[in-house]
Structures are given as C-alpha cells and as structure tokens.
C-alpha cells in the first residue's frame, strides 16, 4: 500500500499539505496538461496512460481543502504585475462607483480554491442599471451627430479595438491569474481563456471594416437600392462566470465594432474579469458611457438588473448566455420593447465512439470536450455513447487518463483542474453520481465531494437512459458512459433531448460522418474532434439552446441591423 493510500485510508492524523505533497509525488506522472489557444487542454499521452490501474484512488489527489475555509475572511494577494487591474467598483458612464450609488451596497467576492477573500464590489440593481442606460443612450447619441459613439468610423473603431487587444496582451498573465482566483480553473487553462477571449478582440477588430451593405436591382427604371448596415443601439450583455473573459468579448467585442455601446450585467460570481476588461477599454479611450459593467449579486439584484435591461426602450438588443430557464424568462421580459436576442442557452451534448473509431483520439477528445474547464461548458460532453464492441476498452483507457489529473489550487504546479464555482455545482454533481449509481451505474474512478468545492473528476460505467444526464446537463466532471448497438439507434437517443448546442463524434468511415453530421439535431458538430469553439466560427445552437451566432462572419450582424434606402426619380 503507498503512503499516500495508507495515509487516506487509515486513521492517521497527517497534515493535509504533506499529503499532497506525497500525493503529487506519487503520481509524478501527472504531467502539467499542456494547454491550447482556448484554454484547452492537452490530453495526457502515452502508453502508461492505458497501465495506470483504475483501482488507483483518486481521492489521494484531493488537494487539503479545509484551508479554503481556514482561509475564509483573509484577504487574498493575487501577486499581479499590474494590480490597477483588480478593480473593485462597477464602471457607470464612465464613473467608477465602489459602492451601488443607490444604497452604497457591496458583496464579497472569493477564491473559489481557498475561500480567501479577492474584494468586494457594489451590488448594482435597477437603479444603477437606468442610470447605466443613461450613459450607453448619451454615448450611443445619433449618427448625424459627430462626437457620438454612432457616427465613428469602422476604421476609428477597429482603431480602439486593436489598441484594446494590445492592452489585454499587454496584461495576459495578469487577467489568467484573475481567472484562476475568482473562477477556480487551472492556470494553464486560464492562460488558454485569456488567448481565446482576446482572440474574439483581434477577430472583430478586423470584422469593424467590413459591415458591408449592398446595393440591390430595383424592377422599375430610375430607382436605385442601397441596403445599408447600422449599429442597433444600446445592447444589454449578461455572461456566465464559465469564462469569466472570453463570454464577454464574444459579445463586447462585436458589440463594439458594429458601432453599439453596452451594459454589461457581470456575473456574481467573477465580476473582476469584466472589470479589467472595463478598466482597459478606459486605459485605451474608449469613450465614456461606451462601456458600462455592473457587478451584483445573484437573486434578486441580478434580476432586477436584468428586467431594467430587458425593459428598457433605450436598450435596442440582448445578448445573453446562460442557462436555458433564464433565457426563456429574459425573452418574455423582452417582448414589450420586442428586441433583437442573442441567446446561448444550456446544452446537453452527445459524445458518440463508433465501432470504427480511433480510440486513442476519441479518448482524447473525451477528455478535452468532458473536462475542460472541470466539465463547466456548455458545449462539453454530457452523455457519452460507445458502442459496445469497444465499451469495455474506452472506458478503461477514458478512467485511466482521468485518474492521472491533478486536482488542487489553480496556481500551484503541475494542477490540471481545480475546483467548481459553487456548492450549487458540488451539489449537482454529487446528485449525479449518486443518482446514476442508484439506476446501476458503476464509479471507475473518483465520485466524491472533496473539502471545499473540490469534485473528484469521474467516470461512471453502465450509464443508462433512467440516468440524470439523460435529460439534464451535469455541469460537472462527471463522464457518463452508455452503451450502444447500431448507428440508427445512437442518433435518435443523441436527438431525444430538448436542447442542441454541440454533438462530437469518432468514426473513420467518410460516408458515416457525412451520414451522422447531418443527422445530429445540434448548432454544431465536432467530427473526431472534442474541441470546436474558435474565434472565426459561428458558435451557437438550435432547439432550446438558443438562437443567434458568437463569433465568425455572422457575429457583428448580431448587433446590426439593415436598412433600405430607396433613391426614386432618377431618371
Ligand atoms: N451556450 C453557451 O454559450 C453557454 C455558455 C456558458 C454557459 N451556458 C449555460 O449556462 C448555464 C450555467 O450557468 P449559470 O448557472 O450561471 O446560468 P444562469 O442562467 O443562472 O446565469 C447566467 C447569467 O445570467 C444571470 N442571471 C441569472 N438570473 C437572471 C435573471 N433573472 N435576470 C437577469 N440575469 C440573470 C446570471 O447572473 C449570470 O450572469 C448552463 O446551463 C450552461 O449551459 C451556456
Ligand atoms: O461554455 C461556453 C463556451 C465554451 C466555448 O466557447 O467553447
């Protein structure tokens, strides 16, 4: 028995930091995950991967958590280059506001490793959010009116947005370890956000210059039609704490180059990234009430910050992502001024391993799409289907790999994942497993609540249709595994679900990913791939995860609109 093993399992009174200690040298083969542009990881490779014995224990990775709660009410040191970049105030027209103006309220905002406490920021509501409208409307002013954010130049704002990306480079380091402290996520997949997030700057830099219109043949002699593209107004973002950055530019950067301004509703639980981001976009000149971010905290205030966005005449569009519930609630709030939505939605995405597939690249994939970012994306594997020729292989090679991670602190060396964002997430997965176990599942490996908000990354064998997952995202790490016979059954249980955000699926037989791509009742499909998102890509759903596109050709229409100019008597 190792030390480690020895140690967990007996009664032995041993500090929980030499544990870890021990626990990391024990598994010297957790290599630090390499990581990709989009904060992606690498997967794990080699043969000892596939050695590694499943009966191994994960919990002897757990991190000594009881010292996020030992730790609660310290006041945390990020160690940032640039610490002017940890604001702690909402930014209101231009203002900087440490307390809601309102009723000068605050919330505390923690570490999610540690329970250390980053800052506070004001708790904005209704109020905050009309006097934000305020300054976006003033800001936004008409475009036959120079000065005013409408009448600018693509080329004036590509400008802006290009000085912006220099920044975010500039501070990269900076904004990665802000994610990791306020979301939890390792540092190198922190560091993979900070690239995809400021990729989506760099994109719609470039996307500023070129919102063409057209011109189109009128029927009748002496008239001529142009088709012009103008910015829509004031647009209402709202993110999740997912990707505390890259959630935002997807949409602030659009937003930007079509010509909008914005109100920015931060998510309660990471609001210091969109604070950095509103604190560079000053440091460049953007013009004041251009960007607006309000912080808040979740239940009430977020909804009332909400229902004034949704409301309000003056904002023209709503950005939103989050979970499918919110986004029906937020469009019926938007049906009295009828809107222009974005909304990417939940999703619940099907991971399909044909007999035919390469395994060590679909085991890959599977870790990529399942425990990026510890299973907290909206586009990661939720149910994953291997046909039962290769069930019993895929499933010990996928619980091997995942036995290798390394739980712990964000920034400490070699972590390939750290905790989930709240004990809502904790619950969720807990319930998952525990659940599907009860429909007869089986724990390959981890399954357990750690200290703090730590979750044991896992893989559960036997997954059935009774199962949660069936129907619900985990949001967690938790890889359910079914089993499947034939290629026609496989699609409709992928299909039997009321949302469609991302499919994946390995084959190697060109007609059968041709066949199954199109099949696939989702926004996206990642063929022998686990990853997808990219800046010049449309992301987004179909069903119940939602309707618009982030990203790509398509991204900056999302916050424009067309209009026909019909000259007459030309003749
Ligand atoms: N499709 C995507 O691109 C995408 C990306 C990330 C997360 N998500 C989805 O988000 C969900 C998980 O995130 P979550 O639990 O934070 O979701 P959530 O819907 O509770 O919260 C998302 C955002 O909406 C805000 N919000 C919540 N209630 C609100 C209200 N009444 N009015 C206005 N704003 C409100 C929150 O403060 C947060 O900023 C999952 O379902 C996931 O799939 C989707
Ligand atoms: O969770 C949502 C976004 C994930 C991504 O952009 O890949």
């Known amino acids: 028995m190792s030390l480690v093993a020895l140690c967990t399992s007996s009664r032995i009174r041993i500090c929980p930091r030499l544990l870890q200690r021990v626990a990391a040298a024990a598994s010297s083969t957790h290599s630090a995950a390499n990581y990709l542009p989009g904060g992606r990881f690498a997967p794990l490779t080699g043969s000892k991967a596939a050695a590694v014995s499943l009966s191994t224990s994960a ?4 991190p000594s958590m009881p010292k996020g709660i030992l730790k609660q009410g310290q006041k945390e040191d990020l160690k940032l280059k640039n610490p002017a970049l940890l604001v702690n105030a909402a930014y209101i027209d231009g203002e900087w506001h440490k307390r809601a103006p309102s009723d000068s309220s605050t919330f505390d905002v923690f570490n999610k490793a540690t329970g250390e406490l980053i800052g506070a920021v004001p708790n904005c509501g209704a109020d905050e959010t009309a006097r934000a409208i305020r300054g976006a409307s003033a800001a936004f002013g008409a475009f036959e009116k120079p000065g005013s954010w409408a009448a600018t130049t693509g080329k004036q704002r590509a400008d802006l947005l290009t000085a912006l990306l220099r920044e975010l480079t500039a501070n990269a380091e900076d904004l990665a370890r802000i994610i990791v402290a306020e979301n939890g996520k390792s540092l190198s997949e922190a560091r993979g956000e900070v690239v995809y997030s400021n990729s989506f700057v760099e994109w719609f830099a470039g996307e500023a210059l070129r919102t063409y219109g057209h011109t189109a043949p009128a029927p009748m002699p002496g008239v001529v039609n142009v088709v012009l593209k103008q910015p829509i107004g004031v647009a209402g973002l709202i993110t999740p704490w997912n990707f505390p950055a890259a959630m935002i530019t997807r949409k602030l950067a659009p ?36 960007v607006n971010v309000l912080t808040c905290t979740k239940g009430e205030k977020e909804a009332a910050v909400g229902k004034a966005l949704c409301e309000s005449p003056y904002v023209r569009k709503i950005s939103f992502t989050g979970s499918t519930g919110v986004g029906k609630l ?35 994939g599977a870790i990529m799409c399942k425990f990026r970012a510890s299973g907290q994306t909206c586009v990661c594997a939720n149910r994953i289907y291997v046909h039962e020729s290769i069930y019993a292989e895929f499933a010990s090679r996928l619980a091997a790999k995942v036995d290798r991670f390394k739980l712990g602190h964000g920034l400490e060396e070699g972590v390939t994942h750290g905790p989930l964002v709240s ?16 429909h007869g599942a089986k724990v390959l490996v981890g399954g357990k609540k750690g200290e703090g908000l730590f979750f044991e990354p896992t893989v559960l064998a036997d997954v059935t249709r009774d199962c949660p ?45 041709w066949r199954v791509a199109q099949a696939l009742q989702v926004g996206m499909v990642g063929v022998q791939t686990g990853l997808i998102g990219q800046n010049s890509v449309p992301f987004g759903g179909v069903k119940e995860s939602g309707f618009g596109k982030e990203g790509g050709r398509g991204g900056i229409d999302e916050y424009l609109q067309e209009k026909l100019i019909v000259f007459g008597g030309l003749q």
Request: charged fraction near 25%.
């Open 59 to 62: 919990i002897a990775k757990m």
């Open 255 to 290: 937003a930007l180059a079509a010509g909008c301004t914005v109100v920015i509703k931060a998510p309660a639980e990471t609001p210091f990234s969109a604070l950095a981001l509103a604190y560079l976009c000053e440091r460049v000149g953007i013009p004041k009430g251009v």
């Open 330 to 364: 937020l469009m019926g709030q938007s049906a009295s001024t009828l809107k222009k939505l974005s909304f990417e939605l939940g999703g619940n995405a099907p991971f399909i391993v044909f007999e035919d597939a390469d395994l060590d690249k679909a085991v890959d």
């Open 423 to 438: 004990e809502r997430g904790v619950a969720k997965a807990q319930e998952h497993v525990e659940r599907s176990v009860a």
């Open 469 to 513: 997952m069936s129907d619900e995202e985990t949001f967690g790490p938790v890889a359910g595994l079914y089993r499947f016979s034939t290629e026609e059954e496989v699609i409709a249980l992928a299909n039997d679900a009321d949302v469609g955000l991302a499919g994946y699926f390995f084959s190697q037989d060109v007609s059968r990913c």
